[in-house]
């Protein structure tokens, strides 16, 4: 079994970000958390298709991610489900598997989105780190970006709202416009809506969300205001009611979209799976 073998029907959202530690999992989570609410009763499915950093926990490595975004979905499916490619250490993918002597099954990733995907009346994945991380030493420059077009879904990029983000972002934007990815839209995270206090600590802050727009031509359909860490642990079932209420600002059933397929260089076809 291999990603182009497998159809996958539900209306999704492939959630980026243009960092590693940007607060994808915490966006992932309360878009979750908001979906339960707009669509009562649906079953909402998450993946993180790879994670590294991983602990070890009775003979198995355990995301701390897939835990959030499964508690948050409230997604029943079993975590090396939500989770199928997982890694010890805290590297990209495919620098973990070969300082591992490890192979990435990519069977197994098709099997899981399958398994979702039937399981699921819609679907959030969220990639890893940046976009440009690899994920298979076998193939050195395949990375988040294509598995993104291998899937087909919608892209949100989770983007910092302080000094850096205008040429991050606009990176980020325009390598998923130049796949032929549909970007759905950017969330900005850690805004501080008071201009006084914005100004006083990074200048650029009250006119990133309007610059990101002008550059990019995305809109920033939320922004995630700046939290204390105590108050936004997802991994630990919290997430701050601020963050909650600025992302419910969005109808999130009107950017989900069913994947389109516009595939560009190699599908991973590697097989483990009998």
């Keep these: 079994m291999s990603l182009d073998s497998i159809d996958l029907s539900k209306p999704g959202l492939f959630i980026t970000g ?3 530690g940007v607060g994808k999992t915490a966006v992932t989570c309360g878009i979750a958390a908001v979906l339960r609410r707009q669509l009562q009763g649906a079953r909402i499915g ?3 298709p790879f994670a590294t950093g991983c602990r070890r926990e009775r003979g198995t490595l355990v995301a701390e991610d897939a835990e959030a975004l499964a508690h948050f979905a409230d997604c029943r499916l079993p975590l090396e489900t939500i989770c199928p490619i997982r890694h010890k250490l805290p590297m990209s993918p495919a620098a973990a598997a070969e300082a591992e002597g490890s192979e990435i099954d990519w069977g197994a990733l098709a099997s899981s989105l399958l398994q979702l995907d039937q399981a699921s009346d819609l679907m959030l994945i969220e990639g890893v780190g940046g976009l440009m991380v690899p994920l298979d030493p076998d193939m050195p420059r395949y990375t988040v970006r294509d598995l993104a077009l291998a899937l087909g879904y919608p892209v949100l990029v989770v983007a910092r709202s302080g000094l850096g983000t205008l040429n991050h972002t606009a990176m980020t ?4 416009q130049h796949a032929g990815l549909n970007v759905a839209g950017i969330v900005m995270n850690g805004y501080e809506p008071d201009e006084a206090i914005a100004m006083s600590d990074d200048p650029s802050r009250p006119s990133n969300r309007n610059w990101l727009r002008k550059l990019t031509g995305v809109e920033v359909i939320a922004t995630v205001p700046q939290l204390k860490d105590k108050d936004m ?3 630990q079932g919290l997430l701050d009611d601020a963050a909650l209420a600025a992302l419910a600002v969005v109808d999130w059933t009107r950017i ?6 516009k595939r560009v260089g190699p599908v991973p076809r590697r097989q483990h799976l009998t």
């Design 18 to 20: 243009t960092d590693t």
């Design 173 to 176: 934007v325009a390598l998923l």
């Design 256 to 261: 989900l979209r069913p994947p389109t397929r």
């Design 46 to 48: 998450v993946c993180k």
């Design 233 to 235: 642990q997802p991994q």
